[in-house]
């Protein structure tokens, strides 16, 4: 039977949940940012920047158990043509809420890149931490394909 490292669940969690956040960022019209497509997609994510979605886990996948069921809720807080930070909170069992997660998305010399920022409840950086991904190309205002990097991670598997 497979079992995916944390790091690999990790990735499976983000590429299910990110997902419907790509389709919101396609909610803004590509003309009103510049021709770019890198600053569309930064422009589209932006137009988001002080709102909160909740959300639900809708992958089946094994890996992704832990959080089924779970309420969810991911806010676009620091917003700027080079940078976004974007909180992903998840409740727990008893209530609580997990928010040791941040997706950063900057602006690279090539294009964009995805970290995923884990951290504990005292800030400090949890062991995995800070992997993500290059856009492979310019893509299109809506969409990235990213290649995986290895930092703070065991995986060097393409992700989109």
């Known amino acids: ?36 497509p890198q600053t569309a997609f930064m422009a589209m994510l932006a137009s988001h920047c002080g709102k909160a979605y909740a959300g639900r886990m809708v992958s089946a996948d094994a890996a992704d158990a832990d959080m089924a069921g779970r309420a ?12 976004m930070a974007i909180p992903f909170h998840v ?8 928010r040791s997660r941040t997706w950063l998305i900057t602006r690279t010399d090539a294009g964009l890149r995805l970290k995923h920022d ?37 995986c060097s598997a393409p992700m989109a």
């Open 118 to 154: 884990h951290r504990h409840e005292d800030g400090s950086h949890d062991a995995v931490t800070m992997y993500g991904g290059d856009t492979a190309d310019s893509g299109t205002p809506p969409r990235r394909i990213s290649r995986w990097t290895r930092r703070a991670s065991r």
């Open 91 to 98: 409740q727990g069992a008893e209530g609580t809420w997990d």
């Open 72 to 83: 969810m809720v991911v806010h676009f807080r620091e917003c700027s043509p080079a940078r």
């Open 1 to 36: 039977m497979y079992h995916p490292s944390p790091a690999r669940r990790a990735v499976l969690r983000t590429a299910v949940i990110l997902a419907p956040l790509l389709v919101l960022a396609g909610c803004v019209s590509p003309s009103e940012a510049s021709g770019d």
